[in-house]
């Protein structure tokens, strides 16, 4: 498998749903301590947010990862130190190929990492915030429709 997973096509949320290619999952297979649930939900939105803000709506092609290395780097080390030890499984897994995005596209100057991060941000945002959005790209290991 590729470290960073690219979306095959992309559907709504709803129609992803009804198609089986949302994965339902416990909170218990996916959080190391159940009491940070909704810190580490609402961080997810947060760094979706900034993605959207960085790399949505085309900005991504005028982005160059080696000018803003301290600001990237700072967002990997967050995912990487302070999400990343409070998951396991697959959301684990999703986050730390996440952070390897940002690393990758700090180490190549390329945006097509930053990409599939957000991305990543993107499907998790969307099912774990149940966030209303026309785009649902399924590149996730934790809620994708195949077995981890």
Same mark, same amino acid.
């Given at each position: 498998m590729s470290l960073l997973k690219k979306a095959d096509d992309t559907t709504t949320l709803s129609e992803a749903k009804e198609l089986g290619k949302v994965r339902s999952v416990s909170n218990d297979s996916i959080f !190391?301590?159940?009491?940070? /649930?909704e810190e580490i939900y609402a961080e997810i939105g947060d760094i979706h947010g900034y993605l959207n803000e960085l790399l949505g709506w085309g900005a991504w092609q005028a982005v160059n990862p080696e000018k %803003?290395? +301290? &600001? =990237? $780097? !700072?967002?990997?080390?967050? $995912? /990487? &130190? $302070? =999400?990343v030890p409070e998951t396991k499984g697959t959301l684990r897994d999703d986050l730390e190929r996440a952070a390897d995005g940002i +690393?990758? !596209? $700090? &180490?190549?100057?390329?945006?097509?990492? %930053? =990409?599939i991060t957000h991305r990543i941000f993107h499907d998790l945002d969307v099912v774990m915030n149940d966030i @209303? @959005?026309?785009d649902y790209w399924g590149v996730t290991e934790t809620y994708g429709s195949t077995s981890p």
């Open positions: !190391a301590n159940s009491s940070n /649930e %803003m290395k +301290g &600001e =990237l $780097i !700072a967002k990997q080390e967050y $995912i /990487e &130190e $302070i =999400l +690393g990758k !596209a $700090i &180490e190549t100057n390329d945006t097509q990492d %930053m =990409l @209303v @959005v026309e």
